[in-house]
Nanobody, 121 residues
Framework: QVQVTESGGGLVQPGGSLRLSCAAS????????MGWYRQAPGKQRELVAN???????RYADSVKGRFTISRDAAKNTVFLQMDGLKPEDTAVYLC???????????????WGRGTQVTVSA
């Protein structure tokens, strides 16, 4: 039906950078908003950043100035450039896609499995 696939996570030292990718695939008519959430052990899932297909962005205060979200709307793909990573950024990063399907036309949210980001010296 719909597959949301994240990639780009890994182990990085404090101050380092990672670039996450998220691609939504399937019989997609269009997407409206895609974004990144993260969940660390013992903490609630939180919005990191999201973007509409028109380019409007939203960031958590904790990542403003360090993370940049972008999109390739035609490819149903979003990216999260993470610079100046801190240990507190360590979490599983999950991609969320708000989209509609060609067959049904309904607007629903879909989640990826997540990609691990670990920031440690």
């Amino acid at each position: 039906q719909v597959q949301v696939t994240e990639s780009g996570g890994g182990l990085v030292q404090p101050g380092g950078s990672l670039r996450l990718s998220c691609a939504a695939s399937g019989n997609i008519y269009t997407w409206y908003t895609m974004g990144w959430y993260r969940q660390a052990p013992g903490k609630q899932r939180e919005l990191v950043a999201n973007i509409t297909r028109f380019g409007t962005t939203r960031y958590a205060d904790s990542v403003k100035g360090r993370f940049t979200i972008s999109r390739d709307a035609a490819k149903n793909t979003v990216f999260l450039q993470m610079d100046g990573l801190k240990p507190e950024d360590t979490a599983v990063y999950l991609c969320n896609a708000d989209l509609s399907l060609r067959a049904l036309g309904g607007r629903s949210e879909y989640w990826g499995r997540g990609t691990q980001v670990t920031v440690s010296a």
